[in-house]
């Protein structure tokens, strides 16, 4: 085995096993000790199904934007970016950054709209079955099921990868213990032990990606400083320069193969973030009025995550190829699997390094792995086995469901994990190829949740006309530029570029243009209603039955095939209002307001959205080549970026649980445990960081004092 196959492995399997195995262990045991805190000395308990996959809808904007970060923080995030600066220059990293930021910003919208369109459901694809029946539902959660998949695949593929390349531990063995390392303590603490490894998680992740960039930009080291770094990558172009990058220069933003990749992300990343469960549940687990304000929280918090580092690993990877002995050219292989940073990591910092990168991307990886699990739960439990198997099941029983969908699911990331592996299919492969099989499904999910005109027949028909004309555009597209369809060949830009945008857009004109032609003009009135509490209303019906218990009968168990009109309300029914608004009200929303922060929403992420892939590109390509100082100001921008990261997702959630932590050390210090009701949640709960509810009088006063 050659130093130049293998230029990151300087750890023995020992490493890799104490990393994988001691580490997953150490956390789970952690999430563990939290969750019998949480069962002792609050009212939320981890047995309650409510608690297990939707944290009680009780979780704070902070810890909400750290779940957000934590769980968009893949390998990918960091292999890739970091891979694509190589090849392409300052341009992969921000391109990176800015495409799957913008999904972020869009999610902060659905996230308003669902709070107020279905205050009471457990999953998006709940409101997908109630408006339109189960024909299109099915549809809709093939395309879920296939986008965790993919997702899975890809952090068990980086995680295995980058552990085999820094300790030569075999890929098998990381393929089945990340993701059942990390089963331990999902299924032990469900969403809200997730939450809380995520901020554990982002916590890691930020101290590590500081101390790399501190490593490279500030005068110590092989890099010295920006003059030099400046030098040795004019240098490298001259050797290899890029090509369709302005010079052949790695610091240029008008670089062709950096705009090319920033559309195959736009488009993956619109499919992963729509179509996946884990961040809507994220949305579905907060409080009601800061549900959108969490999302807005976290993506600008993550969008210098994957700038500073890739810029960061990126550039200096590339500075040293050809100018140090022990930083070698990498294949093109390596470059898809994520080696650049790994093996700079080394060059610069030796073993450290190597450490410092594995529990970088072992946190990386096992906190995206737990969303996953858990999101895959929610939707088998909620939109499989209530609606499809068992449509009355009690809470137990729904109990040993969502635990042993995160088990079963834990084996199946691993299967699937294996077969990519011994297919020779790698993480950069998987990731580019995402958007082709699954963005249809992005346009038709954003449209039903929050447009009242979208048509159910245009939503089935643009994801299957979609997904078949991208694929198909990618394997000719392939076909006919380098000669033959294979792994490789399908891996190139071009077809993915064709295939991906040809899958998206399709679907999207499909879904808006058959709307607009024959508009439903739905109400939402069922969605607001379904799995509403039962005693939400007093007032009774002649028949004796209160109001949310006509309303689940007619959209719960006994789902029409065709979502049905909602019919005027009799005169027992008026405390739920038109269209049942009286429902948002019980949630804790304020109609009017929540209509104002739509609006509010919208424009903000909208005008950041122009910001990212319009004005700041335009600004940057205005100079050809970047000098020192430009290229400072880039970097020390990233840096600021980052500070306000840390203080958003490591601070703030820690100053939102100040009353919470003090509230249960006296708890433990007087031994008292905290009072349990029959289930231990309430949807409307003051939660925070830890989030715990505080118990006795004296949280109570606090809480009305709130």
Known sequence: ?????????????????????????????????????????????????????????????GLIAAGIVSAWTWAATLLTSASMTYQHGVAGAYWYSAGAMLQILLCSI?????????????????????????????????????????????????GAAVVHELTGLHKLVGIFLIPFSVAVYTVTGGLRATLIADYVHTVGLLVIILYFFFRVWTGHGLIGSLSHMVERLEHAARIKPVAGNAGGSYLTMRSQGGLLFGIINVC????????????????????????????????SAWFPIPFVFGTTMGLAARALVHQVPTM????????????????????????????????????????????????????????????????????????????????????????????????????????????IAVAPAACPIFASLVWKKTHPHACVVGMMLGCGLGMTTWLVTAGMLYGRITVETTGEQYPTVAGNLVSLLVSGIVVVGWSLVQPKNYTFADTRAFHAPKDLFAMRDPMGSTLSERVEEKCGAADSEVSKPVVALAPWEQDAGENNIEYVRAAGLDPVEMAAQGRRVTGIAVTCSILLVAVVPAVAICARTWTPAGLGVWVYVGLLWLGWSVLAVVIWPLWEARTEWVVVGRQRRCRRPAPHGEEGNSPRGGVAFFPLRMVGRRARQHDVAL
Request: proline fraction near 4%; charged fraction near 10%; hydrophobic fraction near 50%.
């Open 1 to 61: 085995m050659s130093t130049a196959e293998h230029p990151a492995q300087v750890l023995g399997q020992g490493v890799g096993w104490a990393v994988v195995v001691g580490l997953g262990l150490a956390f789970a045991a952690f999430m563990i000790s939290l969750t019998w805190i949480q069962s002792r000395y609050t009212e939320h308990k981890a047995t309650s199904v409510e608690e297990f996959s939707s944290a009680s809808r009780s979780v704070r904007p």
């Open 110 to 158: 659905m996230a308003c709209k669902l709070k107020s369109f279905a205050p009471f459901c457990s999953t998006y694809l709940e409101i997908i079955r109630i408006r339109y029946g189960k024909p299109v539902h099915a549809v809709f959660m093939a395309f879920a099921f296939v986008t965790n998949l993919l997702v899975s695949s890809q952090l068990v593929l980086g």
């Open 268 to 299: 993956s990343n619109v499919a992963a973030v729509f179509c996946d469960q884990s961040y809507h549940q994220r949305s579905i687990a907060s409080l009601p009025a800061t549900a959108s304000r969490g999302f807005l929280l976290g993506g």
């Open 328 to 435: 070698y050219e990498l294949t093109s292989k390596q470059i898809a699997d994520g080696l650049p940073a790994p093996s700079v990591a080394v060059v610069l910092c030796g073993r450290g390094g190597a450490v410092a990168m594995l529990i970088l991307l072992f946190l990386a990886v096992t906190s995206a792995t737990s969303a996953q699990q858990i999101a895959v739960s929610s939707v088998f439990a909620f939109d499989v086995w209530k609606v499809y198997v068992h449509p009355s099941p009690r809470g137990q029983h729904m109990q040993m469901i969502t635990h042993g969908a995160v088990l079963v699911w834990a084996l199946i990331m691993s299967l699937f994990g294996l077969v990519l592996d011994y297919g020779g299919i790698g993480l950069g492969w998987v990731y580019t190829m995402m958007g």
